[in-house]
């Protein structure tokens, strides 16, 4: 069944909320975000800044040691312009050329859903001839942590959160660790495109449209938010420092290896070792993250002989 949410109350943090919507395994969810400082389709002012969240929407049959699992079929901008920072964050350039950098400003992009590419819509002289290709995901979106905690949506941790990673695509299938009953899923945070790292702070930040589909899986513990595309699949950790999220992906991706696919731990450890892909998602917020992947042509050799 498909299910209309036209979100009128955010969340700046994600956690327990009442929830706004009542789903169950199989739906399909139609609805809305608005961008990270809370401008809407309109560009109005409707909720407060800071990554506000539509949601939480509660899935029946969730309850804590399932897993969730989120497809969404599509992540479109609903408004033609979107607003990036202008400047490097200070912690991704060296620490004596944190003085040089400029301050640190708001541009405007426009945004055209038509011909499917981005562009300053000012541009200095230098960016005159600039124009990127759309590449819109969710920088934010994940399920209520446990202990009744509600955490900023500025950061992420085991629950998903504020990962910023450019792969979560419409058609990417993702899954959640469920800490509370419902699973409580949250999403917001918009970027019509980004690179990797998130290095300025923000990616080009826009409101969108949004549909996609919640399944539970009963009784499948699994520890960190993890993925798959048409050629991957991936563990995502987000931890401060970049090490420890590093750590937890890759300890992630070496449990599913040996859940799914019977592997020892030696045997894992092979695989990993010479196949392994990491991307730097996110190196600006309270918590980094680092996504592990694995080819799925690898994988492909394993099921094989299964």
Request: hydrophobic share 40%.
């Amino acid at each position: 069944m498909t299910v209309v949410l036209h979100p009128s109350v955010y969340f700046n943090t994600i956690g327990s909320h009442e929830p706004q919507l009542k789903v169950r395994d199989g739906d399909t969810i139609e609805t809305s975000t608005v961008d990270a400082r809370g401008w809407d389709r309109d560009g109005a002012q409707a909720a407060e800044r800071g990554n506000p969240m539509t949601g939480p929407i509660y899935v029946e049959s969730a309850a804590p040691g399932d897993t969730l699992e989120v497809v969404f079929d599509w992540i479109r901008p609903n408004r033609p312009w979107g607003w990036t920072s202008n400047v490097l964050a200070p912690n991704v350039v060296d620490p004596e050329a944190v003085q040089a950098l400029p301050r640190s400003e708001i541009v405007r992009w426009t945004v055209d859903t038509d011909a499917g590419a981005a562009y300053p819509e000012q541009p200095t002289y230098g960016l005159s001839r600039l124009k990127l290709p759309l590449r819109p995901f969710l920088g934010c979106f994940g399920v209520a942590p446990a202990r009744g905690q509600a955490i900023s949506t500025a950061t992420s941790g085991p629950y998903g959160g504020n990962m910023d990673y450019r792969g979560f695509t419409a058609g990417v299938r993702v899954l959640f660790p469920v800490q509370v009953e419902g699973a409580l899923l949250h999403l917001g945070d918009g970027h019509a495109l980004q690179g990797d790292g998130e290095i300025v702070g923000t990616g080009i930040e826009i409101s969108m449209d949004v549909r996609f589909t919640v399944r539970v899986h009963k009784g499948r513990k699994i520890g960190w938010p993890r993925g798959e595309t048409d050629s991957h699949l991936f563990c995502v950790g987000n931890a401060r420092p970049l090490d420890q999220a590093l750590q937890h992906a890759t300890t992630e991706m070496a449990l599913w290896l040996q859940q799914d696919y019977g592997l020892t731990v030696e045997e894992a450890s092979q695989l990993l070792g010479q196949t392994v892909e990491y991307e730097i998602a996110n190196v600006y917020n309270p918590a980094y993250s680092v996504v592990c992947k694995v080819p799925k042509s690898v994988l492909a050799l394993l099921e094989e002989q299964l």
